[in-house]
Structure formats: structure tokens, C-alpha cells
């Protein structure tokens, strides 16, 4: 079993994230972020600079969005709205189901799939049930077509039940500092209850909806701790969703959900999320002409790509890196 590495970062890179960044304190106070071994090393960045004349980005007036942007190098907070706000983060849940895994379990690891994997409800991978696939076919098939199957599979095969493994979620999300975290699932669906007047349900005596909830700004230091290892870099940049049964009998296929890729924005990924309860969610990361990268996340949207490109371009047109 492989654990998390030592990131190993320069002085001058902490002090310049405890300085600008709205979360430096927990950075700096958090051990083991880097997610594995697979570790993607962040160089001492240039610093974003802001022109005072431009006025801040047309937002949509959707009373539950919240908004956070960030200079991925130096850990800057650019631009943010309501980001303290505890809401919910429908299928960006898979973020954490992904540091879960990543941490316990190895890439090669087979899981066979369990039959209530496949009895889940919205978005799948397609997977069938005793169907055998590794961890990392899995993690693909969570990541870019956000199949809920997979997301019970792994889960299962990590704990041996979802809710325990949410114990773990829950956890972990203790350790990073994400206070305005709390999960109830692995795979960011709304969750129905229904309390009746007897086992027949003659009467229906309350109903409500919940689900996993976060703030936009601890989403944020959840992508920065996803985003330090390779293998999750390089699968949410990922266009397409291919993978098989290690008998090879079973193929699946099925696009990213994430419609930036391939725009002006130049996006590199990272992770999509719809319900019901929580309207449209992104993560997104993208890279401008001179690489620099900016981390954004939108909640509670009704617009998610359209305000994320928005967002991005007034970020563009709107600072400096010196």
C-alpha cells in the first residue's frame, strides 16, 4: 500500500502562499496535501497584479451562486463571491472520493463491481455488475463521464460500504481544513427522505432533500491537493472515457462531461457536478498564453461554463504577472 509523499516545497513558495492566499494558514498547517507519489511540483509562480480601473465580472444574479478564482503558482485569491458559503457540490463530491482512494488503495488493484454499483441513479460509466476493472480504470470512469457507478464501486471496494467509506470522506476532509465540508455519499447525489406514519407509508409526515456540501473556497483547497498528483492532472484533461474489464470482455466509452475542453478558455479539466438541489457546479482549470494556471469554481449555477468563461476573461484582461 503506497502513501501520500512529503511535498517538498521552497520557503519562499510558503511564504508567498501564506501571504496571498485566503487559506495560506491552512496550507501551512496541514500535513501531507500531495496526493501520492505521482506529484506534480509548483514553481515559484509570478505574482498576479490587478489593474485598479477594471470593474469586477458580470455575474448572473443566482441568489445560491458562489464563486472563487485563484492563481494556481502563488496561491492568490483573484476573485470571489459568497465563497464561504456552505452549499451543496452535487458530482465535485468525486474530488474527495478520488483523495480517498488515491491514498488507500493502489492503481492496479482489481475491484470487482458490486451489483448496487449499477443500481444507482444518475450519470453512469455503464458498468455491469461482477464485472472486474482496476482502480484505475475506475477512477477514469469517476473522473470524466462522473459515473456514479464507479463511484459506488470504488467505495464499496475501499470500506465495504458506502457508508463507511463516507466515514473516511468525512475524515480526510477534517484533516485538509475543509471545516465547511460534510458528506453523506461517494457520489454527490441528492439524498430523498421521507418520514412516514408506518411502514406502509399511509402518511407522509415529512419529506426533505440533502446532499454533500462544501464552500466554494474549500473547494478550491481540495482541487490544489487533487491537482499535486499526476494521475488525476492528466485524467481530468482527459476529453474521453475509455476503458475495459481485465478480461477484456466489457468496453466502455463515454465523453467528459466537461464542455470547456477544447474552448478559448484552454481548459485542462477537472470536474463537473449537477442536481437538482445544487444547480450547476464546476471546477475548472486553465492555462492562458504564458501558462499561467487559474483554478476556478462556480456553485450553485445556472449557467456553470458561460459563467466560467466569463469569469476567465475578465481575470485575462484584468491582471498582470510580474
Known sequence: MNHFTTYNRTVIEWLLLAYFSDQGQTFLSTPSLAPRSETVLISPAALPTKSVEKLEP???????????????????????????????????TKIMTYLVIREENDLDEIVTVPLVATQTEGAKAGLYAYEKLSVRTLLEALLIPSGNDAAVALAVHNAGTEDDFVVKMNQKAAQLGLKSAEFFNASGLDIFEVVCSDEDCDEVLDESVFG????????????????????????????????????????????STNQLLGTFVNSKGVKTGFTGLAGQCLVNLSEDEDGQEILTVVLGSSDRFGETKNLLTWIWDSFVWR
Open 212 to 255: 454533500n456540501v462544501m464552500s466554494a473556497q474549500d473547494m478550491a483547497l481540495m482541487a490544489r491537493v487533487a491537482l499535486q498528483d499526476s494521475f488525476f492532472r492528466n485524467t481530468v484533461a482527459k476529453s474521453e472515457f475509455y476503458g475495459t474489464s481485465t478480461d477484456g470482455e466489457f468496453v466502455h466509452q463515454k465523453a
Open 58 to 92: 458580470k455575474l448572473l444574479a443566482d441568489p445560491d451562486l458562489a464563486v472563487y478564482a485563484q492563481d494556481l503558482g502563488s496561491g492568490k485569491m483573484l476573485f470571489k463571491k459568497s465563497s464561504q458559503k456552505s452549499q451543496p457540490i452535487a458530482s465535485l
